[in-house]
């Protein structure tokens, strides 16, 4: 079984990046827990900061033999009628992730265009949103 872990842009810098709101913990030490955790399951793991690239590799993965994509679109949750269009099209599930509430964040980061395509939302919960998606997705029922 695999599941696809997707950051769209500057969640690259994780770890780096306004530490109080992102924390301390980079993406690789994430992925580190997420694979002690989950034994047996591929995880695999991509990062891009180019909107284009991010529904090229949805597109590849939500086609493939991947059971589904934990999705974190970074700053494209709040833009990107082009990302809503590419997840509504897959056949796996995708879940929407932020590390962050985003609710109690600025107004334009409380509307995602990428929501309503999405088997679920899960915010706030910082690196620990990934596990949670990764739960809800092995939980699912195919």
Known sequence: MKILIINGPNLNLLGQREPGIYGAKSMDDC????????PGLGLDYYQSNIEGELINK???AGF???KGIVLNAGAYTHTSIALHDCIRSLRVPV???????VH???EFRHHSYISPVCKGVICGFGLDSYRLAVSALL????
Do not use: T
């Open 31 to 38: 992925l580190q827990d997420l694979r002690g955790r989950f």
């Open 58 to 60: 949805l597109q590849e």
């Open 64 to 66: 493939s033999q991947y």
């Open 95 to 101: 879940i929407e992730v932020h590390i962050s509430n």
């Open 104 to 106: 109690q964040r600025e």
């Open 139 to 142: 939980e699912m029922e195919d």
